[in-house]
């Protein structure tokens, strides 16, 4: 394909994701197909090339069939995925440009402008000031997790960790309500799921016990283990909890363990003055993350992590065989991000985030948050005066958890026979042992009139 085939395919392309996009209402939010049906219809691998014309014919036929649909208006399940046009434009110019920016040297511009837009997010957010060159973009909050363990894990051996790894002494703390990547990296790094303690949490609210906290800590250093990391979360998955990060800030530095703050979902909301009280004591962390590809109108990868000790995240990572030996790298002058992750390779990702606040500008990209809270906050005040149901926690932000009043069954009822309208998806959750809805409104599209047809499907009337 030369560049000017490329020209006249590319736009068969673009218009292609313009028209799907105008029509993604159209499509029932969940797929139908039953297992198999996918593969069931693809042909084998042909030996002579063809055109874009059948592939795009063949999305329309199989893809968008055995599709659930991220951007539907209607999509309310787990948390959101935006992927704004604009964001799918950079992603598309990152692609096209094709660098590996593992090292700055394969790619000044990669780093630097990741380096630049990470740092004026410190600002844009609110954040600490200490965290101002600690910035990375990870795929996603998972990674950023695992790397946040492999800095505490080396922090907490003095540095023996690298030569020696774990010894068995190790302990990371979270709550019932902690997303399970913690766990999944504690797994990873060899510390098995025997190293990891499970905090209770207050009933009333889902968040994370300090109290309880401050006696395990306790009766584990009093039995010889070392705690390594404890993580707070801002915006659990299930309720939306917000853990007492300043408290658990305080036992961290007791007990010498990093303090990692998981706010993939939530924070994106830090751009707004009005929801920082939010994130109290995030000044106190040693790590941060949040997900622009979950609210911030950011396609799917693209999770930022701040540190407030680079320094230990890249002693912990960093491996130099000869062949990616440079001038620049042994000048100590620039970042090599290939240090601050899992893999070697890294793509351009930063052009999607700068195509995002290009084009929406802070102001922009706040409406978008604020607006999502205002359905929530509506929704939450329809729950509030309907008879057959009740929040079953606290609203935070854009997530309202609600159940019916005649318990279990008739919320699974109502979840199901929504999700199998096709005109709406939610997902479900429990809370101190009860079934319930998860309403997460976070969808580029959405608006009052999705909202409210949810409601109304809810209870039945739709």
């Not at 490329?6 to 313009?18: N, P």
């Not at 000044?283 to 680079?310: I, Q, R, Y």
């Not at 096709?422 to 009860?434: L, P, Q």
Request: proline share 4%; aromatic share 8%.
């Amino acid at each position: 394909m030369d560049a000017e085939e490329f020209r006249r395919v590319g736009h068969q392309v673009v218009d292609w994701i313009a028209d799907y996009r105008a029509r993604v209402e159209e499509f029932p939010v969940r797929s139908r197909v039953e297992p198999g049906w996918v593969r069931g219809q693809l042909g084998g691998l042909s030996e002579a090339g063809g055109d874009f014309a059948g592939l795009l014919a063949d999305l329309e036929r199989v893809v968008l069939p055995g599709t659930t649909h991220w951007q539907h208006p209607g999509f309310y399940a787990y948390f959101p995925s935006n992927a704004s046009l604009p964001s799918v434009l950079g992603d598309l110019l990152s692609s096209g440009l094709g660098v590996q920016g593992m090292l700055w040297s394969t790619s000044p511009a990669a780093t630097e402008v990741e380096q630049h837009l990470m740092d004026e997010l410190v600002g844009a957010m609110g954040l600490p000031e200490r965290f101002l060159g600690g910035g990375v973009i990870q795929d996603t909050a998972s990674s950023a997790a695992l790397v946040a363990l492999l800095a505490a894990l080396h922090r907490a051996s003095g540095g023996k960790w690298r030569q020696s790894g774990v010894d068995g002494a190790e302990t990371v703390y979270v709550s019932s309500q902690t997303h399970s990547s913690i766990e999944r990296a504690a797994r990873m790094a060899g510390l098995g799921e025997q190293a990891v303690r499970s905090i209770p949490v207050d009933p009333a609210t889902s968040a994370m016990d300090a109290g309880a906290l401050a006696a395990r800590l306790k009766a584990d250093v009093e039995a010889g283990r070392r705690p390594v990391l404890v993580c707070a979360t801002i915006g659990t998955t299930g309720t939306g909890a917000v853990d007492p990060v300043r408290e658990v800030a305080a036992l961290c530095a007791e007990h010498g363990a990093w303090l990692h703050v998981d706010a993939a979902w939530a924070g994106p909301a830090a751009l707004c003055p009005e929801f920082r009280p939010l994130f109290d004591g995030v000044e106190l962390a040693d790590s941060f993350t949040a997900n622009a590809h979950k609210w911030m109108l950011t396609a799917f990868d693209l999770s930022l992590f701040w540190t407030a000790h680079p320094d230990v995240l890249v002693d912990a990572l960093t491996i130099l065989p000869e062949y990616l030996r440079n001038t620049a790298t042994e000048s100590g002058a620039v970042v090599d991000y290939r240090d601050w992750q899992i893999p070697l390779g890294r793509r351009f990702r930063a052009l999607k985030l700068w195509s995002v606040l290009r084009w929406y500008g802070l102001e922009g990209v706040r409406a978008h948050l604020r607006g999502h809270v205002e359905l929530a906050a509506l929704l939450e005040s329809w729950v509030g005066a309907d008879e057959g149901w009740e929040l079953a926690a606290p609203r935070t932000l854009s997530l309202v958890t609600l159940a019916h009043r005649d318990g279990d069954g008739a919320t699974r009822a109502a979840m199901e026979r929504v999700n199998a309208s096709g005109d709406a998806f939610v997902t479900h959750t429990t809370v101190n042992g009860r079934f319930a809805v998860r309403v997460a409104i976070g969808a580029e599209g959405t608006r009052e009139p999705h909202v409210r047809a949810l409601w109304e499907a809810l209870r039945g009337e739709g």
